[in-house]
């Protein structure tokens, strides 16, 4: 078996609403060998893979796939099964999956769900190596199959932290982004209503506050002015001056970076010169900068606390102990630490809820002073501490006592929170109790920590787990009915995508919202383009989602980006399905207009069922077949005749419809009719000589209205949208110049040239000129049938080819060719390899009189050759 391809469909798509792997597979010579063949492969898949019983695949049962195998399935429907499982033994719950075969004999498209995109990948690759082994006879050892997916998935994972945040937005339906590859930077919402943060630091986070924690010096002196209790201590910039300083203060002491974290580098409890000496190295060797700065402080006896300080209010309290061992009086503490490791929760790193307990010198000195080796074998009942601190990331466990803090301490915490200036603060408490008020005990507080670790608190070694990420994400959006979205239109169809993105954008703008928006050509962001090139797939989302600006999202949709990685948004507010024509097909399996119909109606099946609209045109059977079929939401009809049969049901209900009536754009419900604007009086209506243009526009018009807005504002859009490649550009944009009109745009399939034959023949005065190519991924036939079309709008045409995408140079325009000269139309066919060529030509050729159709990809060049151009003037036209 080949994997032909292999990618991961990031939101909802041609196969499924959710998120899925795509896999295009070869199953070669296994085509002619269904597993019904292969005696045994149900039994041993079963053997390596037991939990696979559970799947029920068609025949809705527990044991329901291995009963497809042992009746005869294909080796692709095996892999998808298998690659579902394997998520689900590192623990990531799928269950969705479905194999369609191709129109290729031995190819099937492989389709199944993933939680992380890594190893949803590695899965499925593992998934069919395991399949062919099967195939073969030969041995499966699962185990390194389940250790290398397992380190896929700890590779990608979000930290506990991180996770915690995500996890407590997912409830809240708040949409989330990684936005740097490798780090924990991560978006919460869109555009304006997007926050940010990376592990527990937010975007609302103080950066003077940052400072303070993470300058031990600098946090002691504004809590010791602030009647905090601290331990006394000294800032030392050589070993003399640390000697001085433990004389000083007195024995016992603790030694520590100026600035560290995660408690690396701290001693604490030294009694002897040895043991400071030892201090000082460690705590020289975690100095972050190159200042040699070591504190020397006071030992603080009593316990070690942590507690956690969100949006100014006390969410966690928890007692932290160091990593120990307890004596059973039969092992070593050698043993005991092994033993003590292979608790599950243990990771390496923050991977998992525990650390894993490493031996190192600070251990050997707790040893050393209690007298005991690593194969000293303590006592029953006996704690042996293996290190000083009691942080969870060098092993220490954690208690929680949220609800024993005393409302004393709880008020000095979230003072101290205030005093340092920081939404999300960790403080380090040393206390006999948490239940008396600190000066009522030996106590002081250590340390403050910017961005500290959730772990304890999620998943504490003993005690109540706290949902501190759902405290974050209350902070972030106090609003507990806010979900960080803002409005989404998504635009989809053969024709007129583009437009109508464009207008959609022009009258949201002119409604004083600040729009995001992606298409054919660019990502504009308030009418500023940021990123130039084909913008109408979801790499389009991505870039206007994360814009912090954004108000409201406008994303053109074509089928490709469906097709190779799903939309960009997980749902939309407004889906918007112009037209399904014949164009592309012959690609990634779309064949059939029945099957492109499915694609496009991809958008429509993604608008949220709640306050959702579609917005369909009534006017084209297949929108009507299917859109209306897959529609979520309310849908808005929109139709150039006022009678349509098909809506009277739909208008008898009080549904929405946007037609023409009396030369005007209309809004009908029900039985009331309100006044839009007068055709003639949109600039792209071309006094309705264009009536795709008046299709376009009242397809903006329904999306306004489904966003709520004013007639008015629609109105104005709608009026001041114009033709020009400022505003359209590359869409019928018109020019005179010297008694010769052009009319440049973007059309490239038989659809688009109908829709603008009327506006080229009431246009157009004498010879029409015509320029024109396709890309050569066209069928041979749609090929043919363009330069038929074009032959019967034009007297002159130039072909010219730019973008061959795998045929031979020369190929497609030839077809183009054929198709026009086998047309019987009165059309002069000229082939022009170069598009500059083919329109300078043109031009030349162009005298008064004549009407210019330049259909072309580079639309800037065109227009700038057209600019300043003069015209030769012929009076008998009819001798040409």
Known sequence: MRILEHRALRGPNYYSRYKAIFMRLDIEDLEDRPSDKIPGIADALEAILPTIHDHRCSVGEPGGFLQRVRNGTYAGHMVEHVAIELQNLVGFSVGYGKTVDSYDPGIYNVIYRYRDEATGLAAGEAAVDIVRTLYDGGHVDLAPIIEHLKEVRDANALGPSTGAIVDAAKARNIPYYNLTEGTSYTQLGHGVKQRRFQATVTDGSGIIGHSIADDKNWTKQILE????AVPQGYTCYSWDEVKEAAEWIGWPVVTKPLAGNHGSGVTTDIGTMEDLKSGYKAALSRVRDNSGAVIVESYVSGEDHRMLVIDGKLVAAARRRPAHVTGDGKSTIQHLIDKANEDPRRGVGHENLLTQINVDEQTHRMLEQASLTLDSVPPEGEIVFLKSTANISTGGTATDLTDEVHPEIKFAMERIARLVGLDIIGIDLLAETLTRPLDQQSAGVVEVNAGPGFRMHMSPTHGTP?????????????????????????????NGKTTTTRLTSHILRQSGLSVGMGCTGTVEIDNHVILRGDYSGPAAAQAVLREPTVEHAVLE????????????FDECDVGALLNIASDHLGERDIH???????????????????????????DDPLVMEHGTYWARGEIIYFTMDPDNPALRDHLSEIGMVVTVSH??????RGKVTVDVVDVNDVPIAFE?????NVQNAMAATAIALAHGLEMDDIRAGLLTFHPTPAQMPGRTNYFEADGVKCLIDYGHNVPALKALEPLVNGLGQQRK????????????EDLAALGAQLAGMCDILYVYETD???????????????????????CTVHVIMSEQEAVSRAIGDAKLGDFLLLLVDDIAGTTERLKGRSFPVQADLAQE
């Open 466 to 494: 706290r949902p501190v990420g759902e405290h974050v994400v209350d902070m972030l959006f106090p609003d507990v009915t806010d979900n960080g979205r803002v409005p989404i239109t998504a635009i989809t169809g053969t």
């Open 688 to 692: 309705g000589h264009a009536p795709f």
């Open 804 to 826: 061959a995408r795998g045929r031979a140079e020369g190929e497609t325009a030839k077809l183009i060719q054929e198709g026009a000269e086998g047309a019987g139309a009165n």
């Open 663 to 668: 030369g005007r754009i209309v809004l009908m």
């Open 225 to 228: 002015d602030a009647g905090i």
């Open 592 to 618: 059939t207009l029945d099957e492109l119909a499915r694609c496009k109606t991809v958008v429509v099946d993604a608008v949220k069922k709640e306050g959702g609209y579609c917005v369909l045109n009534a």
């Open 557 to 568: 949709v074509a089928r490709g980006g469906i097709m190779r990685r799903g939309l960009g």
């Open 769 to 780: 000129i015509g320029v024109s190519t396709a890309p050569g991924n066209r069928r041979d």
